[in-house]
């Protein structure tokens, strides 16, 4: 199980972006560059599709592969309530070999992206993952290399947190907090709902490029 949140960011405020989350998450970035294949279930899999996604970390020395199936999200009065999105979602390392196995299974390449960018990981209340990333398509079959960006000029931004059914009420409740550092740059909420880039981003940015000491809050 997982909490998420997501929102945008104009490409030309994510140096400020960079700078506040050095100060909140008091931890260096990681570089970020992830090849990511969408696999659906073919007809043979059942009545119901299943949907796979294969990530291909480029970013290390030799390239690793992660297997990851997000479920559904948590439904009821209390998660309407709520501004972070809940759900199931697995993963497990896989070998270089797992795509010719879905493959050989019944699944099909739907889509394919490249994510590049950087990462925050940290413990604040909870451990957290702050992903901000250009999303790129390629012209050819998994060619990385020749990526275009989907939307030029404007980044995604995620904040991603591990959770159980004892525990996700915390992790909820400090992701929100966290989130609120960020509302000046950029509003976060759950995956699908957009809210476009917020008024005071600008200003904001201006001001912390200004300062650019980057302090742990």
Not at 3 to 24: P, R, Y
Not at 80 to 103: D, G, H, P
Not at 113 to 134: C, D, E, K, N, P
Request: proline share 4%; glycine share 8%.
């Amino acid at each position: 199980m997982e909490c998420v949140v997501q929102g945008i960011i104009e490409t030309q405020h994510v140096e400020a972006l960079e700078i506040l989350l050095q100060g909140l998450c008091g931890v260096q970035r990681e570089r970020l560059k992830v090849h990511e294949l969408c696999l659906r279930s073919g007809p043979n899999l059942g009545l119901v599709a299943s949907e796979v996604r294969l990530l291909c970390d480029l970013e290390q020395p030799e390239p690793t592969w992660t297997v990851r199936h997000v479920g559904g999200a948590m439904r009821g009065a209390g998660a309407e309530q709520i501004s972070v999105l809940v759900r199931n979602m697995v993963e497990s390392k896989v070998s270089k070999n797992a795509l010719r196995l879905f493959y050989s299974l019944g699944y099909r390449l739907d889509h394919e992206q490249l994510r590049v960018g950087f990462a925050f990981h940290f413990q604040r209340g909870a451990q957290m993952t702050v992903t901000v990333s250009s999303i790129n398509k390629m012209l050819k079959l998994h060619a990385t290399d020749d990526a275009v960006p989907v939307t030029p000029g404007i980044q995604l931004v995620e904040v991603t947190a591990p959770a159980s059914s004892e525990n996700y009420n915390e992790v909820v409740s400090s992701m929100s907090s966290f989130c609120e550092y960020l509302a000046p740059l950029l509003h976060l909420s759950k995956p699908g709902v957009s809210t476009g880039v917020v008024p005071t981003a600008a200003a904001a940015a201006a001001s912390l490029m200004l300062d650019g000491s980057g302090t742990t809050l």
